[in-house]
């Protein structure tokens, strides 16, 4: 009966600890309230838009999360950005900046990132559209998701499609996400092939009646094409995130066959 009690009591205060770390709020000065625990609690980590940000106050925050968490994520930066996170000089942390996407990835170099067997296809249909699909990628490998990317594959020249998307389907991917601009037609196509759910997102590479993505978005919105879920224009982080939470959610179930 004692160790019942004991048990239960451990279980109690290692369920209360997990509570307290997912609800963690790490204060910043004046600049933030920094959402430590996010991770823990969805699966995702915070990410921190660097776009209207000083480049020294963006640095104190990255600053501040390699400290509680051995890990930052900046998007919609530059080179200013890394610069002054450089500057830091922030023991055994390697910072890189991923000039396509705008994104920043610092880590301590003991951070460890754990695979979680999920498997994540990416396609554009053009050229232009790969920084959005850059900026997916590197949210779905820092969840741990496995990614394999096929770029300039729109329906201009839609033979350019097949090969890759069947490369996709024998691996087995979990989702696939679907870049596109112009009139933003490749995700209705691909989500009426496949047996996978698939994320169309629009970018604003476009120009003409329709402009910034604005056609886009409307023409994967008003798809005919069921299995397809749309994000908001040149949202990778976004696409990355739920394109993440899905395939980690395959992976579980796999494991547990």
Same mark, same amino acid.
């Given at each position: 009966?004692?160790?019942?009690? @004991?048990?239960?009591?451990?279980?109690?205060?290692?369920?209360?600890?997990?509570? /307290?770390?997912?609800?963690?709020? @790490?204060?910043?000065?004046?600049?933030?309230?920094?959402?430590?625990?996010?991770?823990?609690?969805?699966?995702?980590?915070? !990410? =921190?838009?660097?776009?209207?940000?000083?480049? /020294?106050? !963006?640095?104190?925050? =990255? @600053?501040?999360?390699?400290?509680?968490?051995?890990?930052?994520? !900046? /998007?919609r930066a530059n080179k200013d950005y890394l610069q002054k996170i450089r500057q830091k000089r922030l023991a055994k942390t390697h910072v890189r900046l991923f000039e396509k996407s705008g994104m920043i990835i610092a880590k301590r170099s003991s951070y460890g990132l754990k695979k979680s067997g999920g498997r994540v296809g990416l396609l554009t249909a053009g050229t232009s559209d790969i920084p959005v699909a850059e900026e997916a990628q590197l949210i779905l490998e820092e969840v741990g998701c496995e990614t394999r990317a096929f770029y300039?594959?729109?329906?201009?020249?839609?033979?350019?499609?097949?090969?890759?998307?069947? @490369?996709?389907?024998?691996?087995?991917?979990?989702?696939?996400? !679907?870049v596109a601009g112009r009139e933003g037609a490749l995700p209705t196509v691909v989500a009426g092939l496949v047996d996978v759910p698939v994320i169309g997102v629009p970018t604003s590479r476009s120009y003409g009646f329709g402009d910034r993505g604005i056609a886009a978005l409307a023409a994967m919105l008003q798809s005919c094409s069921l299995g397809l879920a749309v994000v908001n224009i040149d949202s990778g982080v976004g696409a990355g995130s739920i394109g993440g939470l899905i395939a980690n959610r395959a992976a579980k179930g796999r494991l547990l066959k």
């Open positions: 009966m004692v160790a019942r009690r @004991e048990m239960a009591r451990f279980a109690r205060t290692r369920l209360n600890r997990q509570a /307290s770390n997912m609800l963690a709020i @790490e204060r910043l000065k004046h600049l933030a309230r920094l959402d430590v625990g996010r991770e823990l609690r969805k699966g995702l980590p915070e !990410v =921190v838009l660097a776009e209207g940000k000083d480049a /020294s106050d !963006v640095a104190d925050i =990255v @600053e501040a999360m390699i400290e509680r968490t051995g890990r930052a994520i !900046v /998007s300039d594959v729109g329906v201009a020249g839609l033979h350019r499609l097949f090969k890759p998307l069947v @490369e996709l389907l024998r691996w087995d991917a979990d989702v696939i996400l !679907v």
